[in-house]
């Protein structure tokens, strides 16, 4: 029997062939801009995840984060199928593969950091902190070895290579389960610290876990004081007058098949989340 993602990958064609028949006869509106989210990419991973996205330059523009924003405001035209590339939690590998991967290519990307586990350094510190915040259930034994944070200076780098921070909480919290003074040290303190560290003004946040249930509307009230663009971990195109706190993103894996990838980048799973969408949406409209 196919496992779901096997099933998806194998109707590539079929989501290609839709759309390309819905654009023709004008059903669907044109332009087609997603963003996709990684999180660590661990160094087996590297030369795949190279090949993604050299494979991906075939079809579609890597924009920059700059960009990314002039369309969504409606500033500038999508004039190609476009990507914007993001990374969750701030990982050390990041860094390794925006010196070796990224920056040969000529794609730059947003970095989305969780403030405290940049302040670690020690492996003892980051492997407790990545068990008990980013990754619950694992044990410190059980951390990769390579889950190591990426210091300030690792994001000076980031930067200076013409990268963008974005915020990730203070402590890879799940914003639907604090309140109050915490809720406020997680989402405005922690894009603060980040400010005061690295000298830059954060204006994108993604919040984390991604799915609804890890979110609240007091959260993104809270978030939408602060910050200008949101960015959740629920699929869908952002081409179609999204609002800059609703931006959709489609998670990926470095072993994703090429044909798995592109079934995301058509739209082929964007109806498991237009429910979950539909109420997110709602929270910022009440």
């Known amino acids: 029997m196919l496992s779901k993602h096997n099933?998806?990958?194998a109707c590539y064609p079929v989501f290609q062939l839709k759309n390309f028949v819905s654009d023709r006869l004008g059903f669907r509106l044109k332009g087609k801009l997603r963003?996709?989210?990684?999180?660590?990419?661990?160094?087996?991973?590297?030369?795949?995840?190279?090949?993604?996205l050299t494979h991906l330059q075939k079809t579609c523009s890597f924009i920059t984060p700059q960009h990314f924003i002039e369309i969504l405001s409606g500033v500038k035209t999508i004039d190609e199928p476009s990507i914007l590339l993001t990374?969750?939690?701030?990982?050390?590998?990041?860094?390794?593969?925006?010196?070796?991967?990224l920056n040969p290519l000529g794609i730059k990307a947003l970095f989305f950091i969780v403030s405290e586990f940049a302040e670690l350094g020690t492996k003892d510190d980051w492997r407790g902190f990545v068990s008990r915040h980013i990754w619950p259930g694992l044990t410190e034994s059980e951390v990769p070895d390579h889950w190591n944070n990426m210091s300030w200076r690792d994001?000076?780098?980031?930067?200076?290579?013409?990268?963008?921070?974005?915020a990730h909480t203070a402590h890879h919290a799940r914003l639907s389960k604090v309140s109050g003074f915490e809720l406020e040290g997680e989402i405005v303190e922690s894009a603060d610290l980040i400010e005061n560290k690295l000298?830059?003004?954060?204006?994108?946040?993604?919040?984390?876990?991604g799915d609804l249930a890890s979110f609240s509307p007091k959260a993104l009230?809270?978030?939408?004081?602060?910050?200008?663009?949101?960015?959740?971990?629920?699929?869908?195109n952002n081409s179609l007058g999204v609002p800059p706190w609703a931006i959709r993103r489609d998670a990926i894996n470095p072993t994703?098949?090429?044909?798995?990838?592109?079934?995301y980048l058509e739209g082929g799973a964007d109806?498991?989340?237009?429910?979950?969408?539909?109420?997110?949406?709602?929270?910022g409209l009440s």
């Open 87 to 101: 990374f969750d939690d701030g990982f050390f590998s990041n860094r390794v593969v925006a010196e070796k991967i």
């Open 271 to 283: 109806y498991l989340y237009r429910k979950s969408l539909k109420t997110y949406e709602s929270w």
């Open 155 to 166: 994001l000076e780098f980031l930067l200076d290579s013409g990268h963008t921070i974005g």
């Open 256 to 263: 994703d098949s090429h044909a798995l990838v592109g079934a």
């Open 35 to 52: 963003v996709l989210l990684y999180h660590d990419i661990a160094p087996i991973n590297y030369l795949r995840f190279g090949d993604q």
């Open 199 to 209: 000298g830059i003004s954060v204006e994108h946040f993604a919040y984390t876990f």
């Open 7 to 9: 099933l998806l990958a």
């Open 221 to 236: 009230a809270l978030a939408r004081q602060r910050f200008q663009f949101i960015y959740t971990g629920l699929r869908g």
